[in-house]
């Protein structure tokens, strides 16, 4: 038995799937599928089978889970026992949303990295919503920057507040119901629990009126183009509005206030570098960043899946 076999088997009790686990350890699904087959011979019990509602725990799988959660968090602390004993720099391993992902992300890290010096080594990956609570509160992640994640084992703290808005080609308004528009979105849109798919379940957008795009820049051309409404946090789509490439298209539920905010395991479990995460969030700079994140991953380097990367 292994902690890798562990953390698979954990994750696919609590995504419900063989591919969300694959997809969130950064492994193929025939990986997870040999490694529950591992531990399923080493117990003699099935633990997890499959039902209308997804992968679902037998009684002795459900016995065993608080067992492995508990023994994947002691690998993480044992492996960051080890690092600061021989001085290595701390990990730091941050879950994003695509849309922090592609414009936020990669100046915020490298001022964070700058003000750390080499006592942290910092790396992002996405994450759906749900991913994201599962890869913090057993420490497969060391923080999570996007929607507020609710949990005994997390702390959320609010560190931007923002709003979406809809976008469309200046000269090609729509008219009538948003829910009958086209809409272009980006990898958020494909996450149920996002800030983007709670707006569009708002203006009660049907599945079919909906288009995903691999990143919010090709949603948002698609929209100038003329292919239909997108929807855009509204200062990350400002200098397209300023040079009236997109312009802003009035719904009953925009502007749509949002707040970004920072997760990490709960404070007794939170690491040193999560929390220092946390405390430079807060500050002028880090605010001026996720405001104006003019040195961010440029459009055409930025290639995201819909759904999650992450370590493993």
């Known amino acids: 038995m292994t902690l890798g076999q562990l953390s698979a088997f954990v994750l696919v009790a609590r995504l419900g799937s063989v591919t969300g686990a694959a997809r969130a350890l950064g492994v193929t699904e025939p990986a997870v599928s040999q490694a529950l087959a591992a531990l399923r011979q080493h117990h003699g019990d099935r633990l997890l089978v499959r039902s209308a509602q997804g992968m679902t725990l037998t009684p002795a799988g459900r016995r065993l889970l608080p067992i492995a959660s508990r023994m994947v968090e002691l690998g993480a602390d044992a492996d960051a026992a080890v690092r600061q004993a021989s001085g290595a720099p701390e990990p730091l391993r941050v879950a994003v949303t695509s849309t922090v992902a592609e414009f936020v992300i990669g100046p915020l890290l490298e001022a964070f990295g700058t003000r750390s010096g080499d006592t942290v080594d910092v790396s992002s990956a996405l994450a759906t919503t749900e991913q994201m609570g599962v890869l913090v509160s057993h420490r497969l992640a060391d923080a999570a920057l996007g929607p507020a994640l609710t949990g005994p084992e997390v702390d959320s703290v609010p560190v931007f507040r923002c709003a979406l808005v809809a976008v469309g080609a200046p000269d090609r308004r729509v ?57 855009a946090v509204e200062h990350l789509v400002a200098p397209l509005l300023r040079r009236r490439e997109l312009a802003v298209l009035p719904t009953s ?60």
């Open 175 to 231: 008219q009538g119901d948003p829910a009958s528009w086209p809409w272009s979105v980006g990898p958020s849109g494909a996450d149920p629990d996002s800030d983007v798919a709670r707006l569009l379940r708002q203006l009660r957008v049907p599945d079919t009126r909906i288009q995903v795009y691999p990143n919010e820049t090709s949603a948002w051309s698609a929209a100038a183009g003329g292919a239909g409404v997108s929807v």
């Open 253 to 312: 539920a925009t502007p749509a206030p949002v707040c970004w905010h920072l997760t990490t395991p709960a404070r007794q479990r939170c690491s040193a570098a999560a929390a220092s995460l946390r405390y430079f969030l807060g500050t002028p700079a880090a605010m001026q960043l996720m405001r104006s994140p003019d040195r961010g991953v440029p459009p055409s380097r930025f290639r995201p899946p819909v759904h999650v990367t992450i370590w493993s």
